[in-house]
C-alpha cells in the first residue's frame, strides 16, 4: 500500500466515531460475557432477577468509567450522563436476554457474527486506553504511573470489576481479582498505555501519532482473532517466564532445590524454574 494512503487510512482509524456501532458491539460482547458468566443459569437469573442482571451488566459495560473515576476522584455516576449511550446499552441487554426464543443471542454468538463484533470491540478498547491516558496526562502531566493505571483499566474494566459485579449477582468469588491473574486484555492494555505515554511525553517515538494509534489497533484486533480462531491465550507468557526465572528468584530458587537434593544424596536432582500458568480467562 501507498504510504500517503496507509497514513490517510490510519488518520481516518483515529477519527471513527464509536457511537452507535461501537458502543453497541462493546455491548454485545460485555453482555454475551456475562451469559457465559452465569453458564447454564443465566435465563433463570434473568427471570427471577432482572434488576440484578440489568445492573449487573452496565456495571461490566461502563467499568472503566466507573472505576477510573473513582480513582481520579470524580463522580462515578457520571459515565450514566449519556442518555443515548445508556438507552442503547439497555436495549442490547434486553435483547440478549430476553429476545424470543433466544435469537438474537444465538445470532450474535454465530462465529463470524462474533468476530466482527469482537474486532470492533477492540477498536473501542484502543480508543478507550487513548482517552484514559490522554485524560489522566490532563489532571497529572507527570505522573506516568497514573496514567498508565488509568489507560488500563479503561482498556479493560469489566475485569477489575468482575468481583463486584459478581457479588451483585449474589456470588462470592474472592479468587477473582485481576491483579492475581492478569488477562491478556490487561497486559495489552497496559503495554497501549505505555506506548501512548512514550508518544505524548517523549521524542524517542518519531512517528506520527495516527500510525501509532492504528498499530495498536491492529495488535489488539490480530491477537483478539487469534485468541479465537488459533487458540493464542496470552503471547506474553513466555516472556513473563523468562523475566520471571531471571529477575524474579527463579534461577536461584531452582539452584536452591539442586543443592537441597545434592546434600540429601540425590545422584540426578531435577531442575525446575517456577513458571506461570498462561491464563485463559475471557477478556
Keep these: 500500500m501507498d504510504p500517503e494512503n496507509f ?3 490510519a488518520n481516518q482509524v483515529t477519527k471513527l466515531k464509536m457511537y452507535p456501532y461501537f458502543e ?4 454485545i460482547i460485555s ?6 458468566d452465569l453458564a447454564a443459569g443465566s435465563l433463570p437469573f434473568s ?6 442482571c440489568w445492573i449487573s451488566c452496565m456495571c461490566s459495560i461502563y467499568a472503566g468509567g466507573i472505576l477510573s473515576n473513582f480513582l481520579l476522584g470524580e463522580p462515578i455516576l457520571g459515565v450514566f450522563k449519556n442518555s443515548n449511550s445508556l438507552m442503547l446499552a439497555t436495549v442490547v441487554w434486553y435483547l440478549i436476554f430476553y429476545s424470543p426464543f433466544d435469537m438474537i443471542y444465538r445470532f450474535c ?3 463470524p457474527v462474533k468476530i466482527i463484533l469482537s474486532t470492533m470491540k477492540e477498536v ?6 487513548h482517552d484514559g491516558v490522554s485524560h489522566a496526562a490532563k489532571l497529572y502531566p507527570t505522573g506516568y504511573l497514573i496514567m498508565a493505571l488509568i489507560g488500563t483499566i479503561k482498556g479493560n474494566g469489566a475485569a477489575f470489576m468482575r468481583l463486584i459485579e459478581r457479588i451483585l449477582r ?12 492478569p488477562t491478556f486484555a490487561t497486559k495489552a492494555s497496559l503495554a497501549a498505555s505505555i506506548i501512548f505515554i512514550i508518544d505524548k511525553k517523549t521524542d524517542y517515538i518519531s512517528v506520527p501519532h495516527s500510525l501509532i494509534y492504528f498499530g495498536v489497533v491492529i495488535f489488539f484486533a490480530y491477537f483478539k482473532l487469534s485468541s479465537m480462531l488459533l487458540g493464542i491465550h496470552d503471547p506474553f507468557v513466555p516472556f513473563e517466564n523468562l523475566f520471571c526465572a531471571i ?13 537441597a537434593n545434592a546434600k540429601k544424596g540425590d545422584d540426578n536432582p531435577k531442575v525446575e524454574i517456577p513458571r506461570r500458568e498462561e491464563a485463559k480467562k475471557k477478556d
Design 7 to 9: 497514513l490517510e487510512l
Design 24 to 27: 453497541m458491539a462493546h455491548c
Design 31 to 36: 453482555c454475551l460475557y456475562m451469559r457465559e
Design 47 to 52: 427471570r427471577k432477577h432482572p434488576l440484578a
Design 109 to 111: 454468538k454465530f462465529l
Design 124 to 129: 473501542i478498547r484502543c480508543k478507550k486506553v
Design 170 to 181: 449474589g456470588v462470592w468469588t474472592p479468587n477473582a481479582v485481576e491483579i492475581m491473574s
Design 247 to 259: 529477575f524474579m528468584g527463579g534461577i536461584f530458587d531452582a539452584l536452591q532445590h539442586v543443592l
